[in-house]
């Protein structure tokens, strides 16, 4: 047992480390499109694609870097009375309270597989001008949420280990 989760953390963590890595890159894609969206409205005429790509660059950038920030402890946490804890207090505690994310995410995941099918069958597009497909945003936010709920299971198996006096 021990051996898998072992497995499992080095396999997830590697994983959303790389993707991680690769994502956070994705500010320099909305710079871009939010710097056209200026060019083209000065001198040009006004791009009708530009606000609605930025909010999905703007979604995959948080998306599948969520579980890369979970990873590095970089979430917000209320640190009122968690800094001056013991390590085996705070596992315990982390331990719990991830059983929440956990729950949040498995709806999350739930909600969002009938939404994203129902995209995919359907066709369906925006309601804006520009009228795009959804469910390229919708495979990615489903793809970030997935990713999450993993680093989630990894970060619990952590804390049973730390509980249990283990490294990892």
């Known amino acids: 047992m021990r051996g898998m989760m072992h497995g499992f953390i080095r396999t997830v963590d590697a994983v959303n480390y790389r993707l991680g890595r ?3 890159y994705g ?17 040009f005429l006004p791009s009708l694609w530009t606000l609605e ?19 590095l402890g970089s979430n917000v946490r209320m640190d009122l009375f968690y800094h001056t804890w013991s390590d085996r207090r705070k596992a315990w ?3 719990v309270t991830v059983l929440f ?6 709806v999350l ?11 995919l069958q359907y066709g369906e597009r925006s309601p804006t001008a520009w009228r795009p497909v959804m469910w390229p945003i919708k495979i990615i936010m489903m793809t970030g949420i ?12 952590k ?7 283990e490294s990892f």
């Open 93 to 95: 505690f982390d331990a």
């Open 53 to 71: 790509m930025a909010q999905f660059a703007m979604v995959a950038y948080y998306m599948l870097g969520g579980p890369y920030s979970i990873q």
């Open 109 to 119: 995941l739930y909600g969002g597989w009938d939404s994203t099918a129902y995209s």
């Open 159 to 165: 804390d049973i280990l730390r509980l249990r006096g």
């Open 27 to 43: 500010i320099f894609v909305m710079v871009g499109i939010l710097l056209w969206s200026s060019v083209s409205k000065t001198f």
């Open 101 to 106: 994310l956990i729950f949040y995410l498995g």
């Open 22 to 24: 690769i994502v956070m």
């Open 146 to 157: 997935f990713l999450m709920l993993l680093q989630a299971l990894s970060e619990f198996c």
